[in-house]
C-alpha cells in the first residue's frame, strides 16, 4: 500500500520560500511511470494543482504558479519536494503531495497547513 | 485552462433518496488518446480527498454501486442511487489535461 507523508515548517514568513517534502513509502518514487504531484486547498477552499514531477525528473507546473515553483525529486531518499517562492498571505494553504497515475490523483498525504505571517 | 463548474454548490439530502451533482468543463478533456480524463473525488470531513469515479465512468474497486458517473463531451454528472449518512462531504470533478483544474466542490450534508 502506497503513502505519502509531507513535512515541513508550518510557518513561513512572507517573501520568503516555503519548502516542503513528501516521502513515499510502499513503492519507489522512480519506478512505474509514476508522476509526483503537489495539490493545495486554501482554508475553507478548493482544490488548485500546483505541478508535477516525473519518475524520470520531468517537470510541469500550473502556469499560475510557474514563476515561483520548483519541484524535485530525490530517488535515493524516496522524496519529491516542493518550493514556492517570494511568498505572501495568499499562499496560506493545506499542501498535498499525490500520486499522479495516468492523470489521475490516486494516493494523497494528510496534508499538511502552511501558514505565511510576519 | 479548463474551468469546471459544478452545480449545485451545496445539497442537502433526506437518507435514502437520490443526489446528483453536475460537472460542466469549458472544453473537453478528451484528450487525443480517444480517452475522456474526468474524474470525481470526495473530500469526507477532516481527510484528504479519494478518488471515487475514474475517466467519467469507471468505479472504483471500494467504491459502493450506488455512485454512477456518466456524461461526454463538456457535460459529466455524478449521481449518487440512495444517499446515506458516510457519503456526506464535498465531491469534486476534476479534470487530467493540462493544467490539471477542479470544479469548486459540492457539499452533500444530510437531513
Known amino acids: 500500500q502506497v503513502q505519502l507523508q509531507e513535512s515541513g515548517p508550518g510557518l513561513v514568513k512572507p517573501s520568503q520560500t516555503l519548502s516542503l517534502t513528501c516521502t513515499v513509502s510502499?513503492?519507489?518514487?522512480?519506478?512505474?511511470?509514476?508522476?509526483w504531484s503537489w495539490i493545495r486547498q486554501h482554508p475553507g477552499k478548493g482544490l488548485e494543482w500546483i505541478g508535477y514531477?516525473?519518475?524520470?525528473?520531468?517537470?510541469y507546473y500550473n502556469p499560475s504558479l510557474e514563476s515561483r515553483v520548483t519541484i524535485s525529486l530525490d530517488t535515493s531518499k524516496n522524496q519529491f519536494s516542493l518550493n514556492l517562492n517570494s511568498v505572501t498571505a495568499a499562499d496560506t494553504a493545506v499542501y498535498y503531495c499525490?500520486?499522479?497515475?495516468?492523470?489521475?490523483?490516486?494516493?494523497w498525504g494528510q496534508g499538511t497547513l502552511v501558514s505565511v505571517s510576519s | 485552462d479548463i474551468v469546471m463548474t459544478q452545480t449545485p454548490l451545496s445539497l442537502s439530502v433526506t437518507p435514502g433518496q437520490p443526489a446528483s451533482i453536475s460537472c460542466k468543463c469549458s472544453?473537453?478533456?478528451?484528450?487525443?488518446?480517444?480517452?475522456?480524463?474526468l474524474f470525481w473525488y470526495l473530500q469526507k470531513p477532516g481527510q484528504s480527498p479519494q478518488l471515487l469515479i475514474d475517466?467519467?465512468?469507471s468505479r472504483l474497486s471500494a467504491v459502493p454501486d450506488r455512485f454512477s458517473g456518466s456524461g461526454s463531451g463538456t457535460d459529466f454528472t455524478l449521481k449518487i442511487s440512495r444517499v446515506e449518512a458516510e457519503d456526506v462531504g464535498v465531491y469534486y470533478c476534476?479534470?487530467?489535461?493540462?493544467?490539471?483544474?477542479f470544479g469548486q466542490g459540492t457539499k452533500v450534508e444530510i437531513k
Open positions: 514531477i516525473s519518475y524520470s525528473g520531468s517537470t
Open positions: 476534476m479534470q487530467g489535461l493540462h493544467p490539471r483544474t
Open positions: 499525490v500520486r499522479d497515475y495516468k492523470r489521475r490523483f490516486d494516493y
Open positions: 510502499g513503492g519507489s518514487i522512480s519506478g512505474g511511470g509514476y508522476y
Open positions: 472544453q473537453s478533456p478528451l484528450h487525443s488518446d480517444g480517452k475522456t480524463y
Open positions: 475517466e467519467v465512468s
